[in-house]
């Protein structure tokens, strides 16, 4: 079969049961063959499918041990066709949503799929930005429900290749801004950002940091790249997702956009998005369902983007 589906027909052609499902994770996962999770140089035999054992330390095992797919009670196939929904999402979809569309059981499996499948969007290691790039900090969610503090990061460039970084940080101080910017684009970078103080470390930290100042007669904003993108932000949390995102899930929402937004402009196929996100998947490990409640909240479970944590407090006083 061709490197992946890239049409419904193609996608039903390539995986019509689990057993074709599993036949390409192994394609994907052992190119060169079967490998123990344990003893990835040991010899492997093959037993009753799906099956192996390792020859160096026993262990029975199949192509999803260890990854996302570890322990599903679902079938692979089922697993294949929320992926390729989702894949070819450009807005994404709610819980809701994909049960209705995929017939599954209940909202609350629908919920858990997409949160891990989240999780399958965020990156294992960021990609520093360069260039030019507007930088702002604006905060998201409500008194109600809990508001957080989320930096924006946008490379300026015409066309194509357009890059977004999106990061929850404890508060706007300076120490927290420089170490955020830090850890997602590179020194030397034009850097344009509004007047707040926060920003002021960054000239002595390696970057060429310009001041864009409001326009009054238009009462345009000073970085209206920046301000376009999160319209489209609360639009997309808004309207796909209900604004009800919990502050202590909120990380994963911003990977799943940011994975979006990094791939609209894309001229890949969509399969192609299929594809990375199961490559992704076999690389991670199992998540619980216990990680999945408790979201970020959980100190062992943290994303929020620190300089020995980025401080505590999460308004911005001017």
Known sequence: MAKYPKTPRSF??????????????????????????KCPRAKV??????????????????????????????????????????????????????????????????????????????????????????????????????????????????????????ARIANASE?????????????????????????RGLRSNGYTHEVVPRTPSKGQGALPRIKKIEGTLRHWLGDTHGGSVAPWHLDYYLDEFTFRFNRSDSTSPRGMIFYQMLRRALRMKPVRSDDLIGGTENPANSRIQDAADFGSATDRSR
């Open 175 to 199: 120490t927290v801004l420089t170490a955020a910017v830090q850890h997602c684009v590179e020194p030397g970078t034009r850097v344009l950002t509004d007047n707040w103080r926060g920003y």
């Open 45 to 166: 035999w093959a037993k009753k499918p799906p099956v192996y054992r390792c020859s160096r330390c026993g262990y029975d095992f199949t192509v999803t041990a260890g990854t996302l797919f570890a322990d599903t009670r679902q079938p692979l196939r089922l697993w294949f066709e929320v992926i390729w929904y989702v894949a070819h999402q450009k807005k994404g979809t709610s819980a809701r949503e994909l049960q209705r569309i995929v017939q599954m059981a209940n909202y609350q499996t629908a919920w858990r799929w997409l949160h891990k499948l989240r999780r399958v969007m965020a990156p294992s290691r960021p990609r520093k930005l360069n260039g030019t790039v507007e930088v702002d900090d604006i905060t998201l969610g409500t008194r109600a429900s809990g508001q957080s503090l989320v930096l924006m990061v946008v490379k300026i460039s015409a066309g194509l290749g357009t890059r977004l970084h999106l």
């Open 12 to 37: 039903r052609a390539c995986f019509p049961d689990d057993g074709a499902c599993r036949s390409y994770l192994e394609r994907l996962r052992w190119p060169k063959g079967p490998r123990c999770p």
